[in-house]
Structure formats: C-alpha cells, structure tokens
C-alpha cells in the first residue's frame, strides 16, 4: 500500500505540493492526474525518496522509500524513459538493474521479452532508441525486482496503439496479482478504461479522490429538453454550473434530483435525464482543474 499524508514540499516561495494525502492500495490501479505544473510529478519523487518533502510522510507499506533495504524488489519505479543513459545498450541498462539488486542473469532475458524489446534491440545504444523503445526498456526495469508497488510517471507517452493497449494490460495483470499500481498519464481515456481509483490534483492539492465509478456518476446530470431555454436560465438562478453539447443536450453539475426539480419548477417537460457518465473522465478533470487549465486561441 502506498500512503502519503499531508505531504508538502516548496521551493522557495513556490508551494509545489501543498498537504496532499492519498492512499493506493493493492490489487487496484490508481491514476493519478492533474494539469501541467500541478505537482503530480513532485509528489512521486517525494514518494521514491528523491525529494525531501518539507512537511508529512510518504510510504510504502508503512515505511519510507529511504529505510527498504533493496527498493527495487519492492518498488518498481520509472518516473524518466528519457533519464536513461544515451551510452548504454537496452542489455546493459538492465544488467546494472540486475546486477543492482543481486538478482540471477536470467532475469534480463526474462524482462526484454516481457517488454517485446528483441535481442538485436537490446544490442543498440539507448540514445538510439525510440521514446517508445525507451519507456518499454524503462517498465523492464521497473519490473525486474518481481516488485508488488509500481509507480509510474507518464509510461504511455511515446507509445503506439498497440503499445498502449499492451501496457494497459501488462498493468491490469499487475493490479489482478495483488500489485499496487500509482499511475500518472494525461492520456485521459487511458486512465478511465484501466484505473480502478482516482486522485485528482491542481495547484498542488488534491482536488478528489476516490473510486473511479463513485466520481464519474459525480461529474454531473445529461439533460435533454425542447425547453432548454427555460431550464438554463432557472439554473442560474438557482446558482447551479451548466455547460452545452454539440447536440444541445445540457450537462449540468449537479445531483440529477435536484436538476429534476429545477426543471419541475421551470414547467420545462423533459426528454432524458440521467447521470452524465458519457461526459467521461476528461469533463470531470476539466471541470475540477479549470483554474489551471491553459488553452490556446481557436483561430
């Protein structure tokens, strides 16, 4: 189980992290998501010991990154495909791995075919590599010490259809074992088709967490009415967020009783009213994100 509680970390003035607690547990994918800058990738160095956090705890079955005697059988972690030494050959990379943490030899062959990496590509330099060769070489070492925590920091970036699709269940497999599995991406629709929980941060903090299903059915009420122009003006009134759809249909960010009601009381007979799950996860983020949301100019 992973455990972080009221985790802070600054730089100067600048809050990076700011009293962030969460827990991911074992036999469950937690993804974790958040804009650009939002201190996604802080709070994972803080959890693998890279990064002193200024306040809290962050562990790993109870006990800090710094006290496991051998992390990687432990804790397999690839926050950086591209940290990689351009030098070295994908074979050698994972030999040090192996090497590192007094594991038989065996064990490389073992992970460069888990990872579809062929032994003519084992044998070319690193700086060679494709970024998606690269995060491929990077969850081999991740996995090599046969971990139960994995941690991982965009691992899809760089990936094709088929890379991702694999990955998706390299990681499910994972989750399925028993494994806890901390899982950062902005590919959205991956994170919804795999993770089974869901923590959410901007500026920082976190801003929700919970199960994936439970704050999905939160993310709002899909109304469609021939009365849209009484409904949308009754829930302003009523100080109640609501944002259309290309069909005209209305998701509006409340519970779908209290919507009901409004649209009762409008005289505004309904054609569809339901929990917005088709809005999805990337309405849900950029809903609970928009303060940090940057977008640029549509020409």
Do not use: C
Request: charged letters at 25%; glycine letters at 12%.
């Amino acid at each position: 189980m992973i455990t972080l509680e009221s985790v802070t970390k600054r730089y100067g003035d600048f809050v990076a992290v700011d009293d962030v607690s969460f827990t991911a547990r074992p036999g469950r994918v937690t993804g974790f998501l958040g804009p650009n800058g939002a201190g996604k990738s802080t709070t994972m160095r803080v959890l693998v010991g890279l990064t002193r956090p200024d306040a809290g705890t962050a562990t790993v079955d109870g006990r800090d990154y710094h006290d496991l005697v051998n992390p990687g059988v432990e804790v397999g972690v690839l926050l950086d495909a591209s940290a990689q030494h351009g030098g070295r050959t994908g074979r050698e990379t994972l030999v040090i791995a192996q090497e590192v943490m007094g594991l038989p030899r065996r064990r490389v062959d073992e992970m460069l075919e888990v990872v579809s990496l062929t032994v003519t590509e084992s044998r070319r330099r690193v700086r060679d590599y494709s970024l998606g060769m690269r995060q491929r070489l990077g969850i081999a070492a991740a996995l090599m010490g046969d971990p139960h925590v994995l941690v991982l920091d965009e691992p899809a970036n760089g990936l094709d259809p088929a890379g991702i699709r694999w990955m998706r269940r390299l990681l499910r497999g994972f989750a399925d074992r028993g494994g806890t599995v901390l899982l950062s991406s902005h590919l959205l629709h991956e994170i919804e088709v795999i993770a089974d929980d869901l923590v959410v941060i901007g500026n920082g903090r976190i801003v929700a967490q919970g199960a994936k299903d439970d704050l999905l059915r939160s993310a709002g009420t899909l109304v469609r009415t021939a009365y849209v122009d009484a409904v949308r003006p009754a829930l302003d009134r009523a100080g109640i967020r609501w944002s259309t759809n290309d069909d005209d249909s209305l998701v509006v960010h409340a519970e779908t009783g209290r919507v009901g009601e409004i649209a009762f009381a409008a005289g505004a007979p309904l054609l569809e009213l339901r929990p917005a799950e088709g809005a999805g996860l990337e309405e849900m983020f950029l809903r609970l994100t928009a303060e940090t949301q940057r977008e640029g100019r549509v020409a």
